[in-house]
């Protein structure tokens, strides 16, 4: 037990416990401090793993917007950790490869132990997943020159069961992805849109790479 006193009280500021072990983070929900009383927080320490069989990209989104000279590209990465250990990522991380000549790279901030660092042709991921999901988002921009783009990319999570790719869709416009069924087109919050997804089995080959054609 630790006992924590004279901290700051109030809205201005929340607090989180984290408790590192065995190279994972364990931490708690994020609280305030009330003037008139305290908090008490219990963190249940979990065994840990480095078997990344039971790591699944649940669901990968690839989501392509264009932009003058240009595309914008957010991809997000929902992550299930099928086991009752936390999943310890291995301790340089899982290597993230991007396109080539991919710019302006961004990712989202998160308060659990999911950390994304720039590195080299992509990102490194470190940290852990918790048992359940866990949600990473990031994004980059691509040269647009001409009415034809080709983006390849490999998936670094060992298995996956659902992913999907999506695109604005100007007049004329085709989308296709290797091993995907046929792009179809449909409006979502006023936009025109361009998507398809691929739903693999445990009898289907692992998903290895993505291979996005966009033209006209």
């Avoid at 921009?141 to 034809?148: K, Y």
Wanted: glycine share 8%; proline share 7%.
């Amino acid at each position: 037990i630790h006992v924590f006193t004279g901290l700051p009280t109030g809205s201005a500021q929340a607090y989180r416990v984290n408790v590192e072990r065995e190279g994972a983070s364990t931490s708690s929900t994020p609280f305030r401090l009330e003037v008139d009383r305290g908090q008490d927080v219990r963190v249940t320490l979990l065994p840990t793993t480095h078997d990344a069989r039971v790591l699944l990209q649940f669901l990968g989104v690839t989501a392509i917007e264009l932009k003058p000279g240009r595309v914008h590209v957010q991809q997000a990465a929902e992550l299930m950790n099928m086991s009752e250990s936390l999943y310890v990522f291995p301790e340089r991380g899982l290597h993230v490869r991007l396109p080539a000549g991919h710019l302006a790279f961004q990712s989202a901030d998160v308060m659990t132990d999911q950390h994304i660092t720039p590195a080299g042709d992509g990102f490194d991921l470190t940290g852990s997943i918790p048992p359940g999901r866990v949600q990473l988002t990031w994004a980059f921009d691509l040269p647009l020159d001409g009415s034809e783009l080709a983006i390849d990319q490999p998936i670094a999570f060992a298995q996956t069961y659902v992913y999907r790719v999506i695109s604005d869709a100007a007049d004329g416009m085709s989308l296709e992805v290797e091993g995907f069924p046929p792009a179809q087109r449909f409006d979502a919050d006023g936009r025109s849109l361009l998507g398809t997804q691929s739903e693999r089995t445990p009898q289907d080959s692992p998903l290895r790479a993505l291979h996005i054609r966009l033209g006209g």
